[in-house]
């Protein structure tokens, strides 16, 4: 009797003949796949996993990816929200000068944020708009008003930002010497800011403070809660309605906000209108948003060279004078008919603090060789500060 039919034998003969080749011969080297172009897409959900994977590094993925990009520029799906983000100049000249009636903030994004901003000038489009920032403008360019800030910039300076770096310099051997900059900076902003707003001193940075700073404390929450509904709006499709607290719905919050000072970490998400290419060629359909991120751009290898993370300062500097850069390359205060007003003022104070500050005191930030944490608020800031040992100058 037969053990095996004919046909079986030749299966199994076959059979064992390819494992044999599959399993001894000698395979080539496995080379890990190229990182995808641009985001992660995944059916239905799009980029969704890769977004919640990355939430707590938004900024240093968003800027990875792009940076891996050939046109630094990638399209962004999530359930309800398509769109197409961008660090490239010509995109954001675009988008934010040569077609600027064309991108509006939309009123979706309005209202987002319109329990925290109101209708005030950041939150506002079209006719609304224009005649905030006309009366604004003109407001900014008086030369009172830069006199004012020059003056209480001053003040903050010499009679509580110098002495606290003293007291620090003096504590030595103590805690007390370690500052946290990043407050101290914060505060001496915040009063600076309702001086010029309200004509009121909060003392934040000095004096007993205790009004300002729950005042100060109350405006950074209302912040943080409102980024939170922007980053969660936009795949959930407005769910979080109900997030911010009774007390943002205050005048006083919206007209302070008007004056906010560090604005972005959020990107600034604008509707499309209608299907159109940009200039990198990246098709935008109806309905998607488009946004730029400043500070991937601060960070290309196309628009700043091989050391476009290295911290070098004379980077600016053209025969010893600090160079103009394009806004649409350095959009920090962004660019186009939105253009930050208050951006003057803002030199003002940096410069002021510079000049006082590198005079006379040397400031040694701990853990210098560590990349700090940024949190997710409408304006940037680092996870846990920035702590400084003050040491006098002699
Ligand atoms: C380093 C400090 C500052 C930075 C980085 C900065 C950045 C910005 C950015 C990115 C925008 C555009 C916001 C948007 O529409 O998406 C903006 C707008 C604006 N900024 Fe600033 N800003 C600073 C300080 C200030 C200060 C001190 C003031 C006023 C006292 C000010 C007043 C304004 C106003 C009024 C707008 C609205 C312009 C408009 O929509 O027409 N900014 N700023």
């Known amino acids: 009797m037969e053990l095996f039919s004919l046909p079986t034998v030749l299966f199994l003969f076959l059979l064992s003949f390819y494992l044999s080749v599959y399993f001894l011969l000698p395979k080539p080297p496995k080379t890990p796949p190229p990182p995808p172009k641009g985001f992660n897409c995944y059916l239905v959900i799009g980029h969704l996993p890769g977004f919640l994977h990355n939430r707590h590094r938004f900024l240093d993925w968003t800027t990875e990816v792009l940076g891996r990009s050939p046109n630094n520029t990638a399209v962004f799906r999530r359930p309800n929200a398509d769109g197409v983000l961008t660090a490239n100049p010509l995109v954001v000249e675009h988008m934010l000068k040569t077609n600027f009636e064309n991108y509006p903030k939309g009123i979706h994004f309005l209202s987002i944020l319109g329990d925290f901003l109101g209708q005030g000038i950041f939150n506002a489009d079209g006719e609304n708009w224009k005649h905030q920032r006309k009366t604004a403008s003109y407001e900014f360019n008086t030369k009172s008003l830069r006199s004012f800030v ?157 050391d476009c993370c290295e911290f070098k300062p004379e980077k600016w500097l053209e025969n010893g004078v600090c160079r103009q850069e394009m806004p649409f390359r350095f959009p920090a205060f962004h660019a186009g008919p939105r253009i930050c007003l208050g951006r003057e003022m803002a030199y003002i104070q940096m410069k002021s603090i510079a000049a006082a500050v590198v005079e006379r005191f040397e400031l040694d930030v701990l853990n210098r060789g560590e990349c700090p944490e940024h949190t997710l608020s409408l304006t940037i800031r680092m996870k846990g500060g920035l702590p400084v040992l003050v040491k006098e100058k002699n």
């Open 150 to 306: 020059m003056e209480s910039v001053k003040s903050e300076v010499e009679v509580r930002l110098i002495p606290i770096l003293h007291r620090a310099a003096a504590a030595s051997g103590t805690t007390n010497r370690i500052l946290d900059m990043q407050d101290v900076l914060e505060r001496f902003a915040f009063d600076n800011i309702c001086k010029v707003a309200f004509n009121v001193d909060p003392g934040c940075l000095g004096g007993d403070a205790t009004t300002g700073t729950e005042f100060m404390q109350a405006f950074e929450e209302a912040a943080t809660l409102s980024s939170g509904r922007f980053f969660y709006a936009v795949p959930f499709c407005l769910q979080n309605q109900e997030v911010l607290q009774p007390r943002l719905r205050t005048q006083r919050f919206r007209r302070h906000c008007g004056c906010t000072r560090r604005w972005r970490s959020t990107p600034r998400l604008q509707v499309v209108p209608q299907r159109r290419r940009v200039p990198d060629g990246t098709t935008l359909k109806k309905g998607w948003f488009l946004t730029y991120s400043s500070y991937a751009m601060g960070r290309m290898e196309s628009i700043w060279g091989k």
